[in-house]
């Protein structure tokens, strides 16, 4: 399950003014110090994925990682993209590793 807030939507809907709608891929990544967080991408969706309709945009993210990472928080601070998921907090920290 996916879950996206309403400022998300906002953000997704004006980067996609004026543009074609692309599916939204989301998948998780490893960060520095080890930590893992989710990234989103714009990417078409494989056989091996889970589509979300939501307000008319895709969200897409491979069936083996939802079941792992579920239930999804699609957030935004007003710029960029904060998700959340079972054991995948958001980023926190200065990012780099000495």
Known sequence: ??????????????????RQKSPIRIFVRLGGCGI????????????????????????????KLLQMVQPIRFDSDGIGFRLSGSGIAPPHGCGNCG
Do not use: C, Q, W
């Open 1 to 18: 399950m996916i879950t996206v807030t309403p400022r998300a939507a906002r953000v997704v809907a004006d980067y996609f003014a004026g």
């Open 36 to 63: 893992r967080t989710f990234g989103v991408a714009l990417e078409e969706a494989k056989k091996s994925d889970a589509i979300f309709d939501i307000d008319g945009y895709h969200y897409i993210i491979n069936r």
